[in-house]
C-alpha cells in the first residue's frame, strides 16, 4: 500500500509526484496490467521462455 504524507511546505502537485513515483516503483501499474486479463498456465510459461531467450540473446 502506498502512502504519501503531506509535509509542511508540500504543494498538491508535489504530493501527486511521490504518489506516482512510489507507485511505478513498487511494481502496482505493472502488475494491474499483467492482471487485466487471464493468461492460460500454458502461454505463462510460454512467454516466459520467450522472454528467458530475448533476454539471453540481447546479453551478448
Do not use: H
Not at 511546505?9 to 511494481?27: A, H, Q
Not at 502488475?31 to 530475448?54: D, G, H, I, N, T
Amino acid at each position: 500500500m502506498v502512502v504519501v504524507k503531506k509535509m509542511p511546505g508540500d504543494s498538491d502537485d508535489s504530493l501527486i509526484r511521490k504518489f506516482t513515483k512510489k507507485v511505478i516503483n513498487e511494481g502496482i501499474i505493472q502488475e494491474a496490467k499483467r492482471r487485466e486479463f487471464y493468461l492460460k498456465p500454458s502461454l505463462a510459461r510460454k512467454a516466459k521462455a520467450e522472454e528467458a531467450r530475448r533476454v539471453k540473446r540481447a546479453s551478448f
